[in-house]
């Protein structure tokens, strides 16, 4: 019997001790991520034979991650279906990408069916993309970027510290009502998700910036390590009346971050159109597809 555990703050170096040194660059293992949003997805965690894993609940049905670790996944999975049919539930892992689907069907010939969700892929870029915006193809976010320049010269850029949560929260609830948060669930859940993170942003190694024109902050984002080399972007907030505030913000983002991290994962587009389009328009390196695994 896997003894799963509901998610704490504590955990953050029990996950990561997993995660920072996997290849796996899907957003969904961002400690940042898996703690903020628990209180929708009820996330539980343990480890078995020298792997981490996660249960959690999705629209009230039981789910599971693929495994984090080394070595043979088979048994572990074994004890996941094991897991799933004491609580008479149907088994089933969310996330997973390409080269964990290769896994799976290599350890379990036939067993499984994959169905996948373009909503749900994941946006990676290169770091050096974002921060250099170089060439042809990043033309129009150099104009933007130089518009606001010119019209925002007073513009500032500051690494988000405790101290300008408070700052944050205001424009958010402001980014709020401009987009009618209380009749979009999807919205509310992220401002909650994005508040829990901000309560903690120490305890969760949190990075983030603020813009600040005149003064007055007109955007912020942040986010924490998948893996050593992969970092995710989880919130980026802007006011639109400041013209080229998103892109600014990106920018200077990819800017600050150090250099360890090579790609930057921007996370999914949910089906929205407008967010499909911008994340397109940033050329992202890979679009990481995610399936879900269900028995046969």
Same mark, same amino acid.
């Given at each position: 019997?896997?003894?799963?555990?509901?998610?704490?703050?504590?955990?953050?170096?029990?996950?990561?001790?997993?995660?920072?040194?996997?290849?796996?660059?899907?957003?969904?293992?961002? *400690?940042?991520?898996?703690?903020?949003?628990?209180?929708?997805?009820?996330?539980?965690?343990?480890?078995?034979?020298?792997?981490?894993?996660?249960? *959690?609940?999705?629209?009230?049905?039981?789910?599971?991650?693929?495994?984090?670790?080394?070595?043979?996944?088979?048994?572990?999975?074994?004890?996941?279906?094991?897991?799933?049919?004491?609580?008479?539930?149907?088994?089933? =892992?969310?996330?997973?990408?390409?080269?964990?689907?290769?896994?799976?069907?290599?350890?379990?010939?036939?067993?499984?069916?994959?169905?996948?969700?373009?909503?749900?892929?994941?946006?990676?870029?290169?770091?050096?993309?974002?921060?250099?915006?170089?060439?042809?193809?990043?033309?129009?976010?150099?104009?933007?970027?130089?518009?606001?320049?010119?019209? *925002?010269?007073?513009?500032?850029?500051? %690494?988000?510290?405790?101290?300008?949560?408070?700052?944050?929260?205001?424009?958010?609830?402001?980014?709020?009502?401009?987009?009618?948060?209380?009749?979009?669930?999807?919205?509310?859940?992220?401002?909650?998700?994005?508040?829990?993170?901000?309560?903690?942003?120490?305890?969760?190694?949190?990075?983030?910036?603020?813009?600040?024109?005149?003064?007055?902050?007109?955007?912020?984002?942040?986010?924490?390590?998948?893996?050593?080399?992969?970092?995710?972007?989880?919130? %980026?907030?802007?006011?639109?009346? *400041?013209?080229?505030?998103?892109? =600014?913000?990106?920018?200077?983002?990819?800017?600050?971050?150090?250099?360890?991290?090579?790609?930057?994962?921007?996370? %999914?587009?949910?089906?929205?159109?407008?967010?499909?389009?911008?994340?397109?328009?940033?050329?992202?390196?890979?679009?990481?597809?995610?399936? =879900?695994?269900?028995?046969?």
């Amino acid at each position: 019997m896997i003894d799963f555990n509901p998610i704490k703050l504590e955990d953050r170096q029990r996950v990561q001790k997993y995660t920072l040194v996997s290849s796996r660059r899907n957003c969904d293992l961002s *400690f940042s991520n898996l703690y903020s949003w628990r209180f929708l997805y009820h996330t539980e965690l343990a480890e078995a034979d020298g792997f981490l894993l996660f249960r *959690f609940r999705v629209d009230g049905a039981l789910a599971y991650m693929m495994p984090v670790g080394q070595g043979n996944v088979r048994p572990v999975i074994e004890m996941l279906i094991q897991d799933a049919e004491s609580q008479n539930e149907k088994f089933q =892992m969310l996330g997973v990408c390409a080269d964990m689907r290769e896994e799976l069907e290599e350890a379990f010939s036939n067993h499984f069916e994959f169905e996948s969700d373009r909503d749900y892929a994941d946006y990676i870029y290169l770091r050096s993309d974002l921060a250099s915006l170089r060439g042809k193809k990043f033309q129009p976010k150099r104009n933007h970027i130089n518009r606001f320049r010119t019209n *925002f010269p007073d513009y500032e850029y500051k %690494e988000l510290t405790p101290e300008l949560v408070p700052e944050c929260i205001r424009l958010e609830n402001l980014w709020c009502k401009a987009n009618d948060c209380a009749e979009n669930e999807a919205l509310l859940n992220e401002r909650r998700s994005m508040n829990a993170a901000l309560e903690h942003i120490s305890e969760l190694g949190l990075q983030g910036g603020v813009l600040h024109v005149g003064g007055e902050i007109v955007a912020f984002t942040y986010g924490a390590p998948i893996n050593a080399a992969t970092f995710d972007t989880c919130v %980026e907030k802007a006011n639109t009346d *400041f013209e080229g505030a998103y892109a =600014m913000i990106n920018y200077e983002f990819a800017n600050h971050l150090p250099e360890q991290y090579i790609y930057i994962n921007r996370e %999914e587009d949910l089906g929205l159109e407008g967010l499909r389009k911008a994340k397109l328009s940033y050329q992202p390196e890979v679009i990481l597809e995610k399936y =879900m695994a269900t028995l046969r």
